[in-house]
Nanobody
């Protein structure tokens, strides 16, 4: 059974940084499309960074230039480096992964999320 477990969330002031991590069991991040999503109260879930096995990395306009998705294949861990955080970045952040190498088919597996709270 595939499990994705996020960590690294917390509370920081605006302008600060956080790095989220996602560890996987029964899934290898280098084999498929992977990504980070977030869900803020009263808003729809937003895909903020996705990376296909072959192809480009895509960022939401709201985080472009501030967030970076990366992965350590040796540790089978996915990361999201978040810099210059803003209060509007406050949300539950989810790691997700797909059975497909392309991100066009949506995500197959989801973590339970880690909460990020940014104060002004």
């Amino acid at each position: 059974q595939v499990q994705l477990v996020e960590s690294g969330g917390g509370s920081v002031q605006a302008g600060g940084s956080l790095r989220l991590s996602c560890a996987a069991s029964q899934y290898t991040f280098s084999n498929g499309c992977v990504g980070w999503f977030r869900h803020a109260p009263g808003k729809e879930r937003e895909g903020i960074a996705t990376r296909a096995k072959v192809g480009s990395t895509t960022y939401a306009d709201s985080v472009k230039g501030r967030f970076t998705i990366s992965q350590d294949n040796a540790k089978n861990t996915l990361y999201l480096q978040m810099n210059n955080l803003k209060p509007e970045d406050t949300a539950m952040y989810y790691c997700a992964a797909s059975l497909h190498i392309s991100c066009a088919y949506g995500m197959s597996y989801w973590g339970k999320g880690t909460l990020v709270t940014i104060s002004s």
